[in-house]
């Protein structure tokens, strides 16, 4: 079991953007592959893109050339930096690893993309 924290999330403009971070605890944390998840509501937690141990990403196809992930070992945190956000981003924003572990949920950031 990790502990999450996830931050950064807020209300923005359709267009803007927005940077994520999510700091884990624990000394394994590089060998992890971490995942952002959001869950809009209404709707299922959905994966939203994964970064392996060793940097290779995956990208699901609604958020694929505006989100980005990123980690840094030394600081033991994961980020996700959103751009061209849509009303369609609107969700409450999770990382955890990836797969994911049922017991290390954090309690998410809130983003909101609305005029």
């Known amino acids: 079991q990790v502990q999450l924290v996830e931050s950064g999330g807020g209300l923005v403009q359709p267009g803007g953007s927005l940077r994520l971070s999510c700091a884990a605890s624990?000394?394994?944390?590089?060998?992890?592959?971490m995942g952002w998840y959001r869950q809009a509501p209404g709707k299922q937690r959905e994966l939203v893109a994964t970064?392996?141990?060793?940097?290779?990403?995956y990208y699901a196809d609604s958020v694929k050339g505006r989100f980005t992930i990123s980690r840094d070992n030394a600081k033991n945190t994961v980020y996700l930096q959103m751009n061209s956000l849509k009303p369609e981003d609107t969700a409450v924003y999770y990382c955890?690893?990836?797969?994911?572990?049922?017991?290390?949920w954090g309690r998410g950031t809130q983003v909101n993309v609305s005029a």
């Open positions: 955890n690893l990836a797969p994911p572990d049922s017991g290390s």
């Open positions: 624990g000394s394994m944390f590089s060998i992890y592959a």
């Open positions: 970064i392996f141990s060793r940097g290779s990403t």
